[in-house]
């Protein structure tokens, strides 16, 4: 009786769950979010057709068929072909990659180059700040399609400069969430802290305030990923992007317009596919957005 009473009298200890981490808890908010893990599929697709289109297509993309001349959608050609012959199915998949590493590398010129004249602005102020942003707003005033044709026809066309046109219509976001985003994050205490301590400035902006300035750039990169994706094909539409015989979903629907009414997957399928994409990205931004802020989670 008395073991049983000194049993029953020690502290039961209960295992305490590891509190997650932020980046963890995220991940696990991003997977409960149904438009989120919608477009985490899309752009799954997108990728891989991306990087394993070249060898998955069916057929050479600018392989030119005499006889397959405006074919319909078949066994031979699923998505049909175009007024050449060429196999829409293969040039989509073509021009998947072409989306990608136009999209990737816009919105990394953006992102980087923005990001760092919004941490400056923002952690500087004063006239550095009324500098950059004045500048921001001279980019603002223009439509981002216009002011990306005015650059290129400065550079010329080409899918280079296209990238380099895109990046800098996208500067000015970035700048803008970077700035908003440090003026909050600079009158914190560890801010204090770390400038009492002696840190330079650098190791501030680089080591205290980017990272947790970092959520809502990873939202708006993916979100401009879209945007950027669209641009391309816009610029490539006008014939100022991809240049012929390359494949480019932008290219397509130009070509594919003058016979839309005898051939209408000609523009059909590249016009499903950048909506396809455009949607997966937004959807995929929009969960990000929701995981990444503790006042929407739980919302949808």
């Not at 059909?268 to 929009?286: E, Q, S």
Request: charged share 15%; glycine share 10%.
């Amino acid at each position: 009786m008395a073991e049983t009473a000194a049993r029953s009298a020690r502290p039961v200890q209960v295992e305490q769950e590891k509190p997650r981490g932020y980046w963890e808890d995220t991940l696990r908010q991003l997977l409960r979010h149904r438009v989120g893990m919608l477009g985490v599929v899309l752009v799954g697709i997108l990728i891989v057709i991306g990087v394993l289109g070249p060898y998955l297509a069916p057929y050479d993309p600018n392989a030119i068929d005499a006889r397959a001349r405006f074919a319909p959608p078949s066994a031979a050609h699923w998505l049909g072909a175009d007024d050449f012959g060429r196999d829409i199915l293969s040039r989509i998949m073509h021009g998947a990659r072409v989306s990608l590493q136009v999209g990737a590398i816009a919105v990394g010129i953006a992102a980087t180059v923005g990001s760092l004249l919004g941490l400056v602005a923002g952690y500087a102020g004063r006239l550095l700040d009324e500098v950059i942003m004045r500048a921001m707003d001279v980019l603002f005033a223009f439509p981002a399609i216009l002011l990306a044709i005015a650059i290129l026809a400065a550079l010329g066309k080409g899918v280079a400069n296209a990238m380099i046109a895109i990046g800098i219509v996208y500067i000015p976001i970035f700048a803008r969430i970077a700035r908003s985003s440090v003026l909050t994050i600079r009158e914190e205490e560890f801010i204090e802290a770390a400038r009492s301590c002696g840190a330079t400035d650098g190791r501030i902006l680089f080591r205290h305030i980017l990272p947790n300035a970092m959520a809502p750039l990873i939202v708006e990169t993916t979100l401009s990923l879209a945007f950027a994706i669209l641009a391309e094909a816009a610029l490539s539409f006008f014939g100022l992007g991809v240049q012929p015989p390359d494949a480019s979903w932008g290219r397509m629907l130009s070509e594919g317009r003058a016979y839309f009414q005898q051939s209408a997957w000609m523009a059909l399928f590249p016009g499903l596919a950048i909506m396809l994409t455009v949607m997966g990205f937004n959807f995929l931004g929009d969960g990000l957005r929701d995981a990444m802020d503790p006042s929407l989670r739980g919302k949808r």
